[in-house]
């Protein structure tokens, strides 16, 4: 009887090592621009208590309703009561952050505290092309006591897509909203009920459904129907109030100083509970209907509405790692190629070699060697498929002579170098 074979969970992919050279670019070079605008990292746990996530997102969002990966209690209750509560994998970041924030007493600590994050989401939604169930996100978040300035909203739009432009990705296109203040955002949602009143038996099912939970999703569907009823109705910025209007200009005035360019999109909400005034979306055609590569907004009541002060603001930003990848169309980034490879005649040989290599790692330099006993032709297959830059020969004349032969895998010349000075030649060659 044959055993049958595990496979990665649906919805899941795993990143080989080919793969995890470009995400590791990615992160350093969102790690290097972060620096750059003083941002810190902050990591949290990829669990949470699920009524952090209702609260924060709303009861009614798609995926508190549909898409939250739930954990199973545990059934012997501890001292710490982890069995009384339900908990789901984050299904993404900001919440946890604003979590972290208020538990951290960080508004005690620092006026405004600029954080950014890498790690998994997982949300319980069909798989397809870019949307998986567990899925990576790189974002930012800006929290902090009265920070609701149009500057800050301007300066995270701007370093959401600076960190794209780092990444290599040129064809992309920023769209921009404002939803006001939440008295703004009723008076939308009533004007919206208004309008599509008349024509809610026409949308479809699932819109149907929003129109009374989430009068908003319906301007997110992706149904043509629905779409063409949205279009129809000519949405505009009116529901916005004077001072919104004004705070919403001068993002755009900053943005155009910085020379971004945008898309002003009056039917852009969002789809989370939390967003007030600047709202944005970043996408990209190469990815086809699903086309988002990231997201952000201003959340300027999320912190007094899972416990904080009402005087701390927030605004935040999230992009897809993966999206980002299939935008890049699985550009090849790679790996640091190896500065020596050991090739050793015999065992006495190879221990040297082994040694030496030790010595080199410890300065720095990036080598291998064969660890399985084969001919020098062999070996040296294993060297050119490797992509070393030199081949480190050790025989039986080197040992006698303590010096190991170096080849340079580009033009073919060799050199005699004395064993404890290896290192110097690599770098001196480096430089």
Do not use: H
Not at 89 to 108: F, W
Not at 175 to 198: I, Q, Y
Request: hydrophobic content about 35%; overall charge neutral.
């Amino acid at each position: 009887m044959s055993k049958s074979k595990f496979l990665a969970p649906r919805g899941t992919s795993d990143i080989l090592p080919s793969q995890a050279i470009v995400w590791q670019e990615l992160e350093s070079k969102a790690r290097e621009l972060f620096c750059l605008y003083n941002y810190r990292e902050i990591r949290t746990p990829i669990f949470e208590e699920i009524e952090l996530f209702a609260r924060s997102m709303g009861q009614a969002s798609d995926i508190v309703e549909k898409q939250m990966l739930t954990l199973e209690k545990n059934k012997r209750e501890g001292e710490d009561g982890i069995g009384k509560k339900s908990y789901a994998l984050r299904p993404e970041g900001t919440a946890s952050v604003v979590r972290a924030y208020i538990e951290n007493n960080l508004d005690k600590k620092e006026s405004l505290s600029k954080l950014f994050y890498i790690g998994p989401m997982f949300r319980g939604e069909r798989p397809q092309k870019g949307r998986l169930r567990q899925f990576s996100q790189i974002g930012a978040e800006a929290i902090g006591v009265q920070s609701a300035t149009p500057f800050l909203d301007a300066e995270m739009i701007a370093l959401s897509v600076n960190l794209l432009k780092a990444f290599g990705i040129e064809d992309y296109t920023l769209k921009l909203n404002s939803l006001g203040t939440p008295k703004d955002k009723e008076k939308f949602a009533s004007s919206l009920r208004a309008k599509l009143g008349v024509k809610k038996e026409s949308l479809c099912q699932t819109c149907q459904k929003r129109f009374e939970k989430n009068i908003f999703r319906v301007l997110d569907c992706k149904n043509k129907n629905c779409q063409e009823i949205v279009s129809a109705l000519k949405i505009s910025n009116d529901y916005l109030s004077k001072e919104s209007q004004e705070y919403f200009n001068l993002v755009i005035g900053s943005l155009d100083k910085m020379s971004i360019q945008y898309q002003k999109m009056p039917t852009l909400v969002r789809g989370l509970d939390y967003y007030t005034q600047t709202v944005f979306e970043i996408t990209s055609k190469s990815l086809g209907s699903q086309d988002a590569l990231g997201a952000g907004g201003r959340y300027n009541n999320l912190v007094q509405d899972l416990g904080g002060s009402g005087d701390v603001e927030a605004i935040g930003f999230s992009l897809g790692v993966e999206r980002i990848l299939l935008a890049l169309d699985d550009q090849e980034i790679s790996n640091k190629p190896l500065d020596i490879y050991a090739v050793a005649f015999d065992n006495k040989a190879f221990e040297k070699a082994f040694e030496v290599l030790g010595v080199l790692r410890a300065q720095g330099i990036c080598c291998d060697i064969n660890y399985r006993a084969g001919s020098v032709k062999s070996q040296m297959r294993a060297a050119d498929k490797s992509g070393t830059r030199y081949v480190m020969i050790l025989g039986e004349d080197e040992m006698k002579k303590s010096i190991a032969t170096l080849k340079d895998m580009q033009s073919g010349t060799q050199e005699e170098v004395a064993l404890n000075n290896v290192a110097d030649w690599i770098k001196a060659k480096s430089c």
